[in-house]
């Protein structure tokens, strides 16, 4: 066993109290990053959904953009625009991201969809 210094007692405590503190902020901002990443999937995923059915609802004479936005609100998502060009739906969609910090961080995402 070694002699410790006066000066030096209580340096690990503080030492490895810092080293904590930097790991929960690093494992939070890691959350935070995981949590807008499968935001952005969950948005991208309802767009392309939404825009098949509002392309499908259009081949059979339908309303593709009520269509969409049924196929949207099922998938967590809100339909911000719709627009139908020939047999194409264009639309995009916004579901809620993560909120750290009281900052809202809303993901938006968009698709295409038609025959050709």
Known sequence: MTASRPGERGSATLFAVAVVGLLVLVGAAL???????????????AADLAALAGAEARGRGGDPCAAAGRVATANGASLDTCAVEGFDVRLQVTVAGPRWLGQRHDLSAQARAGPG
């Open 31 to 45: 959350g935070v990053v995981g949590a807008m990443v499968h935001a952005h999937r969950v948005a991208q995923s």
